[in-house]
């Protein structure tokens, strides 16, 4: 599965989508390591809630980003269709919001990884669950 996500990156008729794809989250994921640290080390939340809070801002960043640019072939037009995609983004990512934050209390809690670090590894074990829900209903 890994060996071919990093092949369809290179090649294959998904290539420049996939890639699109990930730079957006690339992006949105340092944006929301950001908003988690200030939330947990300047606004003094629990690094959980701040997770969530910051996961969802981001869900809206990367809804924006990836209609303009990744799937702009098939993007979301007019007020009705681009808030029903943005409906529809939010109940794809928002259904991996369960997978983000339990990977990261898993990696804080029992492996003792700094709140960070375990954010990083949600984003990307929930990242693949996100394109491949995103790919198949949001712009499908």
Request: aromatic share 14%; charged share 15%.
């Amino acid at each position: 599965m890994v060996r071919s996500f990093l092949r369809n990156l290179s090649s294959g008729p998904l290539a420049p989508q996939l890639r699109r794809f990930v730079l957006v989250g690339t992006f949105t994921a340092g944006v929301q390591m950001v908003l988690l640290w200030l939330l947990v080390d300047i606004g003094r939340l629990n690094y959980l809630v701040g997770a969530v809070i910051a996961i969802e801002i981001t869900i809206v960043l990367s809804y924006v980003l990836n209609n303009a640019w990744t799937f702009r072939e098939s993007r979301n037009t007019g007020w009705e269709e681009y808030l029903f995609g943005l409906l529809k983004t939010n109940v794809v990512r928002g259904t991996a919001i369960p997978i983000q934050v339990g990977v990261l209390f898993a990696l804080v809690e029992w492996a003792n990884f700094p709140y960070l670090v375990g954010n990083g590894g949600g984003i990307v074990v929930s990242g693949i669950y996100r394109y491949v829900l995103d790919v198949r209903w949001t712009w499908g």
